[in-house]
């Protein structure tokens, strides 16, 4: 196959979902949607409400209109650094929502405050994409589902590797069937600890409170795994999980865990989920074995593939739609209707991500 054949074959396979006939649509846009996103930010103890902060202060297709956080101090802290007026502060989400009415909100708040969010947001009509995970505990996590269906919106998820081309190449690789049939897979996600690489205060507040991020790495970065897991095996749940996890700096760490790891076992292939604040660097990696071969996909463009007993070769992965250039251009998009919703981001997929995280919990704190 030649290089622009191959190309266009992966651009085919981009988007691939539970449902393996589901694709990417653009359809026409309406000439109002040229105007910017109108987007209000729920929180901002997540420290990537600076990626939005950032983003609004340089953008033309994104307006933040509003901002909820009771914490004056870190407000104006903030606001001193990305230019926010006063006028842009609310302490809660209902006044925010009805005062400025965004068309969606961002969320960085704790995990455990992801679903009062979306019990506020869902009923007035207002999008929302959450970062990662969804909910650490499956009735949350329902719940939410509950609401989106029942209000008719989006409630989105957010994963830094949704945004990778080299993880969309590999998987539209063993979809089209040139490393498959898909045996094991590997992840491997997390960095030196959250404290190490400098998080602020009020995120590690919440990030190491296992009432308000439901454990440490084993949710932080252990719902990346379940995520690609359950996207690679089309939306199939385990037949079972298991889960072990451990404290490696207890001084650092004295009530979550900071090292865990997760096995999916599935009818056709294993899973096997490597999540950690104690790796030496900063780590994102993805390994597929079939038994035609094997890929390896690093972050963002960091791509190679293995034919059996062959050596390691480069490969350049296939740009994203223009859809997909960042998450906040996704959100404009499907707010919009201009583009299907990414599987890995639906309601659907992180509904399960968050069953197998609760299961993971309850094995660690039970012993079993």
């Given at each position: 196959?030649?290089?622009?054949?191959?190309?266009?074959?992966?651009?085919?396979?981009?988007?691939?979902?539970?449902?393996?006939?589901?694709?990417?649509?653009?359809?026409?846009?309406?000439?109002?949607?040229?105007?910017?996103?109108?987007?209000?930010?729920?929180?901002?103890?997540?420290?990537?409400?600076?990626?939005?902060?950032?983003?609004?202060?340089?953008?033309?297709?994104?307006?933040?209109?509003?901002?909820?956080?009771?914490?004056?101090?870190?407000?104006?802290?903030?606001a001193s650094k990305y230019g926010l007026g006063d006028e842009l502060r609310f302490d809660d989400t209902a006044t925010m929502l009805d005062a400025v009415q965004p068309e969606a909100v961002s969320v960085m708040t704790s995990i455990a405050?992801?679903?009062?969010?979306?019990?506020?947001?869902?009923?007035?009509?207002?999008?929302?994409?959450?970062?990662?995970?969804?909910?650490?505990?499956?009735?949350?996590?329902?719940?939410?589902?509950?609401?989106?269906?029942?209000?008719?919106?989006?409630?989105?998820?957010?994963?830094?590797?949704?945004?990778?081309?080299?993880?969309?190449?590999?998987?539209?690789?063993?979809?089209?069937?040139?490393?498959?049939?898909?045996?094991?897979?590997?992840?491997?996600?997390?960095?030196?600890?959250?404290?190490?690489?400098?998080?602020?205060?009020?995120?590690?507040?919440?990030?190491?409170?296992?009432?308000?991020?439901?454990?440490?790495?084993?949710?932080?970065f252990g719902c990346y795994g379940a995520a690609l897991a359950t996207w690679l095996m089309d939306g199939e749940r385990p037949l079972s999980v298991t889960a072990t996890a451990s404290t490696l700096k207890p001084e650092i760490y004295p009530?979550?865990?900071?090292?865990?790891?997760?096995?999916?076992?599935?009818?056709?292939?294993?899973?096997?989920?490597?999540?950690?604040?104690?790796?030496?660097?900063?780590?994102?990696?993805?390994?597929?074995?079939?038994?035609?071969?094997?890929?390896?996909?690093?972050?963002?463009?960091?791509?190679?593939?293995?034919?059996?007993?062959?050596?390691?070769?480069?490969?350049?992965?296939?740009?994203?739609?223009?859809?997909?250039?960042?998450?906040?251009?996704?959100?404009?998009?499907?707010?919009?209707?201009?583009?299907?919703?990414?599987?890995?981001?639906?309601?659907?997929?992180?509904?399960?991500?968050?069953?197998?995280?609760?299961?993971?919990?309850?094995?660690?704190?039970?012993?079993?």
């Open positions: 196959m030649g290089s622009r054949a191959f190309a266009l074959a992966i651009l085919a396979l981009l988007a691939p979902s539970a449902a393996r006939d589901q694709t990417l649509e653009t359809p026409m846009v309406d000439p109002e949607s040229d105007a910017p996103l109108r987007i209000a930010v729920v929180g901002l103890v997540h420290q990537h409400a600076e990626g939005l902060l950032w983003n609004a202060a340089r953008r033309d297709d994104l307006e933040l209109v509003g901002v909820v956080e009771p914490d004056r101090e870190l407000f104006s802290r903030l405050d992801h679903l009062p969010v979306i019990e506020v947001c869902a009923p007035r009509g207002v999008h929302a994409l959450v970062e990662k995970p969804l909910a650490f505990d499956a009735a949350a996590a329902a719940r939410m589902a509950e609401l989106a269906t029942e209000h008719g919106v989006q409630v989105l998820t957010n994963f830094e590797t949704s945004w990778y081309p080299s993880l969309r190449t590999a998987a539209a690789l063993v979809r089209d069937g040139s490393f498959a049939p898909l045996r094991r897979m590997v992840f491997r996600h997390g960095h030196r600890g959250p404290r190490e690489i400098g998080c602020y205060e009020e995120f590690l507040a919440w990030l190491c409170d296992p009432e308000q991020n439901g454990g440490g790495a084993l949710v932080d009530d979550v865990d900071d090292d865990a790891t997760i096995v999916l076992r599935y009818p056709t292939a294993t899973a096997v989920i490597g999540a950690s604040w104690a790796w030496t660097h900063d780590n994102k990696e993805m390994d597929l074995h079939s038994e035609t071969g094997s890929l390896h996909a690093g972050k963002w463009n960091s791509l190679a593939r293995r034919a059996p007993d062959g050596e390691l070769e480069q490969v350049t992965p296939t740009p994203l739609p223009a859809a997909w250039a960042d998450e906040w251009t996704y959100l404009r998009h499907v707010v919009r209707g201009e583009c299907e919703v990414d599987p890995l981001s639906s309601i659907d997929l992180n509904v399960i991500v968050a069953e197998i995280l609760d299961e993971a919990r309850r094995q660690v704190a039970s012993g079993r």
